[in-house]
Structures are given as structure tokens and as C-alpha cells.
């Protein structure tokens, strides 16, 4: 069955320091491959996606994410990492049929921020 | 554009109740997603549909749960009678076109539900 992983609950990093949520996924045909954003109280905001060709995504707010087949990842990753990014982040698999697609997401992973 | 509209934003209610959330879709949008969140279970997709038409209602929990889609720009999600295990956030999102592609779902603010 398709299904998506983030190891990691819930992850603190420093401000200026660099970041990187894990997610996996099970899937046995070629994945499209979504991150999205939540902060409290909002909806989801996709942050990217991955259909095709160059693995290494690149997305709003200074993320990108990278495919890995061989390792079934699609890992997301930020150089410097500031206070408004600490909102809860998932890690999403489209599946796609002949009536159009649904998501499967993984449980989440919260991001705080510290000064 | 507004983006996806939900409302209530909050509800509260006594066990055995009907509840009615509402949604309201990005116009042109073809496809709506129901979901909810639940600390234990995550993000689920219950149902969605395409062109008002339900297509994939797999993952509403039982018979209790239901949905409609009227028309184009407008959806509910019945839960009656309501529990208090149904106690989540519902989150309505619409997407352009997925078919043979992965158009993005934009998602609404939710409507957080507490059955008591």
C-alpha cells in the first residue's frame, strides 16, 4: 500500500542554522511528490512538487527538496532557516488513476525555530 | 480570488447532533477534496469529486459521514449523528485539472470541530 514516512515528530533548529525534514514514501510506480506547509490555525500551503525530470526541486520561501529513487526520499532542505518558518510541515504522495489524483500525506513534522 | 472558503471556521456541538460544514471552491476549479486532521491519524482524505461528481468516497469513516456537491461552487460534508471521536479539523481543498497531471490543491482554513 502507498504511504508516506517523516521519521521525525518534531525538530528544533536555530535561527541561521541550516534545516533538513526527512520524508519517505512507499509507491511502486514513478511518485509525484509534494511538500506542504501548515502554520497554526491555517490550511496548507505547498511549498513544492515533484513530477519529472531534475531531482532537486526548487520551492517558494527558500526550500528545495530533492528526489532520491534509490533511497525512496524526497528530503526537504533550507540553507538558513528563519523564526516564521515554524509551522508543522508534511510531506505528501500523489496518486494518480484515470480519474484524476489524491494525496497521500505523512503525519507531519513541527518545526520550531529558537533565537 | 478568495481562495477556498470554509465555514464554520469553528463549531461546537453535543453528541448526536447533525453537523453541516461548508465549502466553497476556487472558481474553475473541476476537483474538491474533503480531509481531515486528527493528532492521532494525521491528514486523511475522505472523499473528492470531480465535476460535482464523487468519485473516490473510500475514506469516509461510515455511514454516518456524507457529502454532496451540488454545483460547481459549492460542497458540504454531513456528519450525523455527530460523536465525539469525530472531533478534528476538516480541511476542503480544490485543484484546476489533476487528470494526468498533479495540478496543486489549494486548501481552505479548515473548520475545526469539537463534539462534546
Known amino acids: 500500500a502507498q504511504s508516506v514516512t517523516q521519521p521525525d515528530i518534531h525538530i528544533t533548529v536555530s535561527e541561521g542554522a541550516s534545516l533538513e525534514l526527512r520524508c519517505n514514501y512507499s509507491?511502486?510506480?514513478?511518485?509525484?511528490l509534494f511538500w506542504y506547509v501548515q502554520s497554526p490555525g491555517q490550511g496548507l500551503q505547498l511549498l513544492l512538487k515533484?513530477?519529472?525530470?531534475?531531482?532537486l526541486v526548487q520551492g517558494i520561501k527558500g526550500f528545495e527538496a530533492e528526489f532520491k529513487r534509490s533511497q525512496s526520499s524526497f528530503n526537504l532542505r533550507k540553507p538558513s532557516v528563519h523564526w516564521s518558518d515554524a509551522a508543522e510541515y508534511f510531506c505528501a504522495v500523489g496518486l494518480l488513476n484515470q480519474a484524476g489524483t489524491a494525496l497521500i500525506f505523512g503525519k507531519g513534522t513541527t518545526l520550531s525555530v529558537s533565537s | 480570488d478568495a481562495g477556498v472558503i470554509q465555514s464554520p471556521r469553528h463549531e461546537v456541538t453535543e453528541m448526536g447532533q447533525e453537523v453541516t460544514l461548508r465549502c466553497k471552491p476556487i472558481s474553475g476549479h473541476d476537483y474538491l477534496f474533503w480531509y481531515r486532521q486528527t493528532m492521532m491519524r494525521g491528514l486523511e482524505l475522505l472523499i473528492y469529486f470531480n465535476n460535482n461528481v464523487p468519485i473516490d468516497d473510500s475514506g469516509m469513516p461510515e455511514d454516518r459521514f456524507s457529502a454532496k456537491m451540488p454545483n460547481a461552487s459549492f460542497s458540504t460534508l454531513k456528519i450525523q449523528p455527530s460523536e465525539p471521536r469525530d472531533s478534528a479539523v476538516y480541511f476542503c481543498?480544490?485543484?484546476?485539472?489533476?487528470?494526468?497531471?498533479?495540478?496543486?490543491?489549494?486548501f481552505g482554513p479548515g473548520t475545526r470541530l469539537t463534539v462534546l
Open positions: 509507491y511502486g510506480a514513478t511518485p509525484y
Open positions: 515533484y513530477f519529472s525530470g531534475d531531482t
Open positions: 481543498a480544490s485543484s484546476l485539472n489533476p487528470q494526468g497531471s498533479t495540478d496543486t490543491q489549494y
